[in-house]
C-alpha cells in the first residue's frame, strides 16, 4: 500500500521561503514512484481543498496562478521523494499542506487538478505565515 508523509511545514514570517517534503513508501512489486503524477494541495481553514502545483514523470509541472513564480515542485524517482520549494510567502498562502499521489495515468498529470483524481494522500503538514 503506497504511503505519503510530508513533512517540512513551520511558522514563518511573510517574505520567507519553506521547502516541503513528500516521502513516498509501499510500492510493491508492480508499482513504481515513477508512475505516479504526484502533486500538493492545500487546504486553509474555512475553505475548499485547492491544488497548488502537480508534477509529472517526466517532470512537467503545473501550478495555481496564487504560487505561480513563487513555488516551485520538483521530484526525485531514484529517491521516491517530491518536493515544493515555497518563495516570497504571504499570510495567505497559510494551509495545511497535503502530498497526494495519481497511480491511473501511468504518472501523466490531468491537466485540470482535482483532488477526486488522487488516490493516496499524506496526513498534510501545516504551514503558517505571519505577517
Known amino acids: 500500500q503506497v504511503q505519503l508523509l510530508e513533512s517540512g511545514g513551520e511558522s514563518v514570517q511573510s517574505g520567507g521561503s519553506l521547502n516541503l517534503s513528500c516521502a513516498a513508501s509501499g510500492f510493491s512489486h508492480d508499482s513504481n514512484f515513477r508512475l505516479y503524477c504526484l502533486a500538493w494541495f492545500r487546504q486553509a481553514p474555512g475553505k475548499e481543498r485547492e491544488a497548488v502545483a502537480a508534477?509529472?514523470?517526466?517532470?512537467?509541472?503545473k501550478y495555481s496562478d496564487s504560487v505561480k513564480g513563487r513555488f516551485s515542485i520538483s521530484r526525485d524517482n531514484t529517491q521516491n521523494i517530491g518536493y515544493l520549494q515555497m518563495n516570497d510567502l504571504k499570510p495567505e498562502d497559510t494551509a495545511m499542506y497535503y502530498c497526494?499521489?495519481?497511480?491511473?495515468?501511468?504518472?501523466?498529470?490531468?491537466?485540470?487538478?482535482?483532488?477526486?483524481?488522487?488516490?493516496?494522500w499524506g496526513q498534510g503538514t501545516q504551514v503558517t505565515v505571519s505577517s
Open positions: 508534477v509529472s514523470r517526466f517532470g512537467d509541472v
Open positions: 497526494a499521489a495519481d497511480g491511473t495515468r501511468h504518472g501523466i498529470c490531468y491537466t485540470l487538478l482535482r483532488d477526486t483524481d488522487f488516490q493516496v
